[in-house]
């Protein structure tokens, strides 16, 4: 495995591509409303992060057909907009890709529409809250599997189990590479594997099912993925960067507020 450590100008062009993600993120967020479709939320969000300069890194990618995935409900990743409405009540998973200049940010929240029951707001919470707790112990050293670690023992403390077979991941001119960053441990030991060093960057992205960690993809669509339960699913994810032996999140818009 090869984890590319850069260098302070190349993560000033990640942080670039990285705030265009968070920007249009945000937009979203504060604009997406019931009786809009899905796919009017991938044209709005698209067109935003277009008038920022940025490229949406996900069309294409993979064969994936559209800007913004669009995860409804029981879709946890992947989410394909389509015509459905959306209704008040809903819980809304929305995951965006840049590139600028050839280097690439990755950003993913989970939105409600209108008002939501506690157990959905518990739910988000879970995958907000595991984002944040990992980037508050990330240390210059720790093992990444110290880090899968701690976030499967956040999720499951919390009532829940995290997605398997699908992880967080290293990005930089690509979209995806080394390293792969599991919301749990794959092997019986964490003190094993790569560590984590300044210059890496890398996207965390809790993705918190209810009862069964197993997924499934649709058969339609060939892109979205359920868990086994059929239950509502959250999802959240921030890209960092380690500098000075901690981790920097590069899509957090500039207020700093926690998006």
Known sequence: MSIPLRKPNEIQKLHTAGQAVGKTLKYLEENVKAGMTLLEVDAMGEKYLRDLGARPAFKGLYGFPNAVCTSLNEVIIHGVPDNTVLKDGDILGLDIGSEIEGWYGDAAITMPIGKISKDDEALIACSKDALYYAIDIIKEGMRFKELSLALENFILDRGY???????????GREPHCDPEVPNYLDSPNP????????????????????KDEE?????????????????????????VAIVNGKAQVLTAIKDNSKE
């Open 191 to 210: 003190k094993q594997g790569p560590k984590i060093k300044n210059g890496m960057i890398f996207c965390i992205e809790p993705m918190i099912c209810q």
């Open 161 to 171: 189990t995290p997605l398997v077979k699908f992880c967080g991941h290293g990005i």
């Open 215 to 239: 997924p499934i993809v649709d058969k339609k669509d060939k892109w979205s993925v359920r868990s086994a339960d059929g239950l509502r699913t959250s999802h959240y994810e921030h890209q």
